[in-house]
């Protein structure tokens, strides 16, 4: 967010909803048409226009701007919890239903913005660009341990996109950490099915251990 942008929400805190909201939906929209894109770009007849990358350079473009959108969002929504914990003024209970609220608003552009980062290194992936998906995919992991928790699905499937990542170029030296990472995440009854598909996987691509723990959801 420009340093102008920034002034202005700190002066004029009764402007943050209606701009969060804004901001939410511009990146939904911008989200939603970047995969519409990938859509038909996915199911286009090989040799046709749409088969080219220029469907992927408009999808990738639409991703790059819902991101630059959420971490708007994000500070934005930050400033709006920091002004509630801050306000002396309301009643307890309404004060303890706006932080309520404020701090849903703010977990949910969380979750947006590390959903926005996995998509992007997912299609960067496909199109062959690695160097931008390992970026992409190290980053969301990073985000999601921080400020949405490591027992989020969404953790695992950063984890296991970077640790495949790496595989396929051959960086053995950082598979076994991000696929470790990514079972050990998954590792909970709450999504034994996620930990099935990620032990598989960590199974093909990592030698076995003598006395490696087996995940006693992958049976």
């Not at 709450?190 to 032990?199: E, M, N, P, V, W």
């Amino acid at each position: 967010m420009a340093g102008s942008h920034a002034h202005f929400f700190l002066i004029a805190p009764y402007f943050r909803f209606i701009f969060s909201v804004s901001f939410s939906q511009v990146a939904k929209v911008r989200l939603l048409f970047g995969g519409v894109l990938v859509e038909c770009w996915t199911h286009a007849e090989p040799g046709t226009a749409d088969k080219s990358f220029a469907l992927v350079n408009q999808a990738q473009e639409q991703y790059q701007k819902a991101l630059q959108t959420l971490r708007d969002l994000v500070v934005l929504d930050a400033l709006e919890v920091q002004g509630i914990e801050k306000d002396q003024d309301m009643e307890p209970e309404e004060h303890k239903l706006a932080l309520k609220q404020a701090t849903q608003a703010l977990n949910k552009a969380h979750y947006m913005l590390a959903d926005c980062l996995c998509k992007i290194a997912q299609l960067a992936k496909r199109s062959g660009d690695y160097e931008s998906a390992q970026h992409h995919y190290a980053e969301a992991a990073e985000y999601i341990e921080t400020h949405i928790g490591a027992s989020h699905p969404l953790a695992s499937e950063a984890f296991l996109g970077l640790g495949m990542l790496l595989y396929q170029r051959s960086k053995f030296s950082s598979l076994r950490p991000s696929l470790s990472r990514s079972h050990a995440r998954m590792n909970t009854s709450a999504h034994a099915h996620t930990c099935k598909i990620t032990h598989t996987n960590a199974g093909i691509m990592m030698p076995k251990r003598p006395h490696a723990r087996p995940c006693p959801y992958a049976k």
